[in-house]
C-alpha cells in the first residue's frame, strides 16, 4: 500500500542499504531512481555440501510440502467418524443434490461454493436422492467420505498459502513457521474445514487473495512484465472466486481496493512518471481486478442457471419468465401464442414485479389491528392460497363482462378496465380502505373482504398497463409478459408491496399495502400475471418465451440480497447457536454443531484460545506501535529507517485492513450472526502476530528470537493438543471433557445463558 513519507533521513541511511531497501519503492535519498531502480538482495551462500545446499536452495519448497502434509493430517483424520449430517451440511450438502438433480434452488449465497459441493458428490458417485435432513443418519449408497474431504482440501491448503504469505510479507522463517502454525493448529479452523460447508472454500480463497496482493506488491520494480500481470490476474481471480462464494468476499474486494487506489494516487504524485505510463496502470487494474472477477461472478451464474434447468423449490424468487422455461413448471398450462391475453374469469396468480417480489397472497388469519379483517400479504412460496379469480366490478352492468346463454364468450382484460380479485380459497375480494397499514402505517391497509354477493366499490382495482417484454401493444394483458399497476377505483392509490417483512402474525410474510404516493416509477407497485388457467383457451407450447440472462442475473442478486437482510434475530426466539461480534475475539463462545446426546459424536466450534487471544492482542499492539511511531516521527525521532517504516506500515496495514473490513462490519449489519462469521477476519490477526513479534526482534540476538518464539510455539501447541478433542469428535458422556471448559460462556456442557 501506499506509505507515509518522512522527510528527514538520518545521516546514516545516506549509503545504498540493498537489504534494508528489499521493500521500499520510493526511498528519499534515491529520488531520481524512483522507476528504474529495482533493489537486489544480498547474495546468498550455500553451503558445499551438497545435500545440505540442496535443502538450502529447496527449503521453501520441502517446508511447503512437509506443511501440506501436516495440514493433509489433521483435515483428514477421523473425518468419517460422524456418520450422521452435522450442522449447516442440512443446507449445502441439499443444494449440492440439486445440482445433480437440475431442480432450480434459492439461497441467500452466490454459486460457485455450492456447484463444488455438487461436484465432489458427482466425484464420489452420489446421484442426489438423499435429503440432508439435519442429523439423519448418511446411508450406504451416499459418499459422504469424498464430499468432507474434497471441502477439507480447500481448508487444508489454508496452512502452505498462510506460510507462503509470510514469505512474501518478508518475515523470518521462525515468524512465518509459525504464521502455519498458528493456522495448521487452531481448532475452529480444523473443525470448520471437516464437513460440507462453504467455510472452507471462503476460507482459501480469502488466504489465495492476500497471497497473491502481497506477490503483486512485490514485484512493483517490474511492472507489465509477464510476472506482474500473472500474479495481478491471479489476484483478480482470487478475488472473482471468494465473491462467487460468499458475499463476505466483498471485505476482500475492499482490502485490495484500498491497496489499489493508494497505488495509483501515489502514482499521481510521481512527476517522472509519464502519463502513458500511468494510464497504463488504470487499464491494468480495470482488466486484472474489476473485469477478472466480475467473468469469474458471472460466469458462476451462468453454469448456476445451466445445471438448474428443472423446476424446484427457488422458482417464485424468479421472474415468471424465468420459471415458464424451467422444465416441469406448471406455467406450462399458461394459455401463450395467439390466446395469451387474460380474460375475466381466468384464475391466475400474481407476482411482484419488483426485484424480490413474491406472489400476492392471502390466508384465513386475519389483522389483530386496524379493520382486523382477512391478511394479503406476498409470499414467495407456491401454493392454493396464492390463486385469485378476475371477476367483475362491483356496482357495473354485468352482461359486459358474462355471457351466461353462450359458453364460448370471452372477455379480455384491457388496459383502464375494472376488475374484482376473488381470493379463490376463502371467496373474499381484494380490498383496500382508508385504514392505515400494519406496518407501513403511512399508507392504507389491504385485506379480503366479503365473497361474491357482499362487497362495495372499494373491491374494484383498475388496471394500468406499464409494458410488455414481448409484444409493443399496451392494449390487453398478457400473462408472462405485462407489466401492470393495480389502481383503487374509489382512492386512488396502488396496490404494493416494497419487501418489508410483516411481524410473526404475518408469518414473516412480506406486507402489502395501498401507496398513496402515486409512484408509477416504483417496481414494486407493478405486477404481472404468472399463472393462468382458463377452460376455453387452449394450452402453451413449451418454451413459448424465453427469458433473457441479464434480467434473471439481476433479479437472482436482488433477490439474495433481499432474503439476506431479512435474516435478522427473532426477538421472540431464544437461538442458541446465534452470538454477538464483541464475543468473537476474545473466545467468549463456542457452537454445538450437532446433537449432544451420549451416544452422538459431538463437534464443538471453538478457537484455540491461544491463538485467538494472541491475535486480537497483536491488533491493539499494531495501532499503539503504529501510534507511536508517527508521533515520535513528528519530534523528528526516527526508531525506524526508511524502507523498515515503509514495510512496516505496507504489511501491517494490509493485515489490520483485512481484520478491520471482514469483522466491524457485522456490528452494523441488522442480520443474525455467528461465530464462524469473524473466521475471515481471524486469518488476518493471526498473521499480524508473527509479523509484530519478528519487527520487535528484528536487531536481537538469536538467543533472544528463540526465547520469544519457542514458548508461543509451545502454548500454540500444547493448548491445541488439550482441545483437539472437540474436533476430532467427542465421544460418550459430554461431563468427560469438563476439563475443556475455561471459560463459563461455553456452553459445552451446559447451556449458555444469554
Not at 664 to 684: C, D, E, N, S
Request: hydrophobic fraction near 40%; charge should be neutral; glycine fraction near 6%.
Amino acid at each position: 500500500m501506499a506509505t507515509m513519507k518522512r522527510r528527514h533521513i538520518p545521516l546514516s541511511e545516506k549509503q545504498p542499504d540493498y537489504d534494508s531497501l528489499i521493500n521500499d519503492e520510493y526511498n528519499d535519498s534515491f529520488k531520481e531512481k524512483t522507476h528504474k531502480y529495482q533493489p537486489q538482495p544480498q547474495p546468498i551462500v550455500y553451503s558445499s555440501n551438497k545435500n545440505i545446499a540442496f535443502l538450502q536452495r529447496n527449503q521453501h519448497t520441502i517446508i511447503t510440502i512437509i506443511l501440506t502434509l501436516l495440514s493433509f493430517w489433521t483435515r483428514f483424520r477421523k473425518i468419517t467418524l460422524s456418520k450422521s449430517v452435522v450442522w449447516d451440511e442440512a443446507h449445502f450438502g441439499k443444494f449440492g443434490s440439486h445440482y445433480l438433480n437440475h431442480d432450480f434452488y434459492f439461497d441467500v449465497h452466490p454459486p460457485l461454493g455450492k456447484i463444488l459441493v455438487g461436484f465432489s458428490g458427482w466425484i464420489g458417485g452420489y446421484n442426489g436422492s438423499f435429503n440432508f435432513d439435519s442429523g439423519a443418519t448418511y446411508p450406504e449408497d451416499v459418499n459422504f467420505a469424498c464430499m468432507r474431504i474434497f471441502n477439507a482440501f480447500f481448508g487444508a491448503m489454508m496452512v502452505p498459502v498462510a506460510y507462503l504469505t509470510a514469505v512474501q510479507l518478508k518475515m523470518s522463517l521462525m515468524a512465518s513457521l509459525l504464521t502455519a502454525t498458528m493456522v495448521l493448529l487452531d481448532n475452529a479452523y480444523l473443525t470448520i474445514s471437516r464437513f460440507i460447508l462453504l467455510d472452507s472454500m471462503l476460507l482459501f480463497f480469502t488466504c489465495t487473495s492476500l497471497y497473491t496482493l502481497t506477490t503483486f506488491h512485490n514485484l512493483r520494480y517490474e511492472s507489465f512484465s509477464v510476472k506482474w500481470w500473472t500474479w495481478l490476474c491471479l489476484t483478480g481471480a482470487s478475488l472473482g472466486c471468494v465473491l462467487s462464494v460468499k458475499w463476505v468476499g466483498l471485505f476482500a474486494v475492499a482490502v485490495v481496493g484500498v491497496y489499489t487506489v493508494e497505488d495509483l494516487w501515489q502514482m499521481w504524485g510521481d512527476l517522472q512518471m509519464p502519463k502513458k505510463t500511468y494510464f497504463n496502470h488504470w487499464i491494468a487494474r480495470v482488466i486484472g481486478l474489476i473485469i477478472i472477477p466480475a467473468i469469474i461472478y458471472i460466469s458462476s451464474f451462468i453454469m448456476h442457471f445451466a445445471l438448474l434447468y428443472r423446476s424446484g423449490p427457488g422458482d417464485a424468487q424468479m421472474s415468471s419468465l424465468f420459471q415458464a422455461n424451467l422444465e416441469g413448471n406448471s406455467m406450462s398450462d399458461n394459455p401463450l401464442e395467439l390466446y395469451i391475453e387474460i380474460a375475466y374469469n381466468s384464475k391466475l396468480t400474481f407476482k411482484n414485479a419488483g426485484y424480490g417480489g413474491g406472489l400476492l397472497h392471502s390466508h384465513v388469519q386475519t389483522y389483530p389491528e386496524g379493520s382486523k379483517q382477512q391478511q394479503v400479504t406476498c409470499y414467495h412460496h407456491k401454493d392454493d392460497n396464492n390463486h385469485w379469480t378476475i371477476r367483475p366490478p362491483r356496482s357495473y352492468d354485468m352482461s359486459y363482462y358474462e355471457n351466461s346463454e353462450d359458453e364460448s364468450f370471452i372477455r379480455f382484460v384491457k388496459d383502464g378496465d375494472l376488475v374484482r380479485l376473488q381470493h379463490t380459497s376463502t371467496g373474499r375480494n381484494l380490498h383496500s380502505h382508508p385504514v392505515n397499514a400494519p406496518v407501513t402505517t403511512s399508507q392504507w391497509e389491504v385485506s379480503c373482504y366479503g365473497n361474491e354477493t357482499v362487497g362495495d366499490i372499494q373491491d374494484n382495482w383498475k388496471v394500468e398497463i406499464v409494458d410488455d417484454f414481448v409484444y409493443q401493444d399496451k392494449e390487453r394483458v398478457r400473462s408472462l409478459t405485462t407489466r401492470f399497476r393495480l389502481r383503487h377505483e374509489k382512492m386512488g392509490c396502488l396496490l404494493t408491496a416494497d419487501n418489508g417483512v410483516l411481524p410473526q402474525w404475518g408469518f414473516k410474510q412480506t406486507e402489502v399495502y395501498c401507496d398513496k404516493r402515486n409512484d408509477t416509477e416504483n417496481p414494486h407497485s407493478m405486477w404481472n400475471v404468472e399463472q393462468h388457467w382458463n377452460e376455453k383457451l387452449p394450452a402453451a407450447p413449451a418454451n413459448a418465451y424465453k427469458s433473457h440472462f441479464l434480467r434473471d442475473f439481476i433479479t437472482l442478486n436482488i433477490a439474495m440480497w433481499t432474503s439476506n437482510n431479512a435474516l435478522t434475530p427473532d426477538p421472540d426466539k431464544y437461538d442458541i447457536l446465534s452470538s454477538e461480534p464483541s464475543e468473537w475475539p476474545f473466545v467468549s463462545v463456542g457452537l454445538r454443531m450437532c446433537g449432544w446426546g451420549d451416544n452422538d459424536i459431538k463437534y464443538y466450534l471453538l478457537g484455540n484460545p491461544i491463538v485467538w487471544w494472541l491475535s486480537i492482542a497483536s491488533i491493539f499492539v499494531f495501532v499503539f506501535t503504529t501510534v507511536f511511531y508517527v508521533i515520535r516521527m513528528q519530534r523528528q525521532i526516527y526508531d525506524l529507517s526508511n524502507a523498515q517504516w515503509d514495510h512496516f506500515f505496507y504489511a501491517g496495514k494490509t493485515l489490520f485492513l483485512g481484520w478491520f473490513f471482514h469483522y466491524i462490519p457485522f456490528f452494523i449489519m441488522g442480520r443474525v450472526t455467528y461465530l464462524h462469521h469473524y473466521f475471515p477476519a481471524l486469518y488476518f490477526s493471526i498473521i499480524m502476530v508473527p509479523f509484530l513479534m519478528d519487527h520487535f526482534t528484528r536487531n536481537s540476538s538469536r538467543t533472544v528470537k528463540y526465547a520469544v518464539f519457542i514458548p508461543v510455539y509451545i502454548a500454540v501447541i500444547a493448548t491445541f493438543i488439550h482441545f483437539a478433542p472437540v474436533s476430532f469428535g467427542l465421544e460418550g458422556p459430554i461431563t468427560n471433557y469438563s476439563s475443556l471448559v475455561w471459560r463459563k460462556n461455553w456452553n459445552l456442557i451446559e447451556e449458555r445463558n444469554n
